[in-house]
């Protein structure tokens, strides 16, 4: 079974499958996550006929201008929220991946978008949404890199 992380489905409201492609990047003693109204992994929607890998690839490189490599995958978590930009309910499918930082090849293309190199320390406290924060946390403890 995949967990649910936030709010409950609301009875009565129809969401919309919304599968995406998330993004774990840690360089040294920081990890890569990004800001726009909340702090998150880097990451977001796969398209009708892409691949969770391709989105992967696409997403951080639009919203944070960095590319990577030798993508994992950790797991998968469902949210159910309401996604503004698109006018409608959702019910997210996030597909969370671990992988190398490449290179930052230019700046964010996704507007207001701001990339953030913060402190292992920090991160799992700085993530606004409870799976990102679940998950992130989880491979910091198997990597040894937690605390």
Known sequence: MIPRYG???????????????????VRGREVLLT????????????????????ALHREVFEETGWSLSGPKR???????VWMPDYGFHAEKLCHVYVARPGRCLGPPTEPDHVPLWV??????????????RSFL?????????AG
């Open 35 to 54: 800001a726009t109204d909340e702090i998150q992994l880097p990451g977001g929607g796969i398209d009708p006929g892409e691949s969770p890998l391709r």
């Open 7 to 25: 709010r409950p489905p609301v009875r009565g409201t129809t969401y919309r499958l919304r599968p995406g492609a998330y993004a774990v990047l």
């Open 119 to 132: 402190p292992l320390r920090d991160a799992v406290g700085a993530l606004d949404n409870p799976g990102d």
């Open 74 to 80: 950790l797991g998968a978590f469902r949210r159910f």
């Open 137 to 145: 946390a989880r491979h910091l403890g198997k990597a040894g890199l």
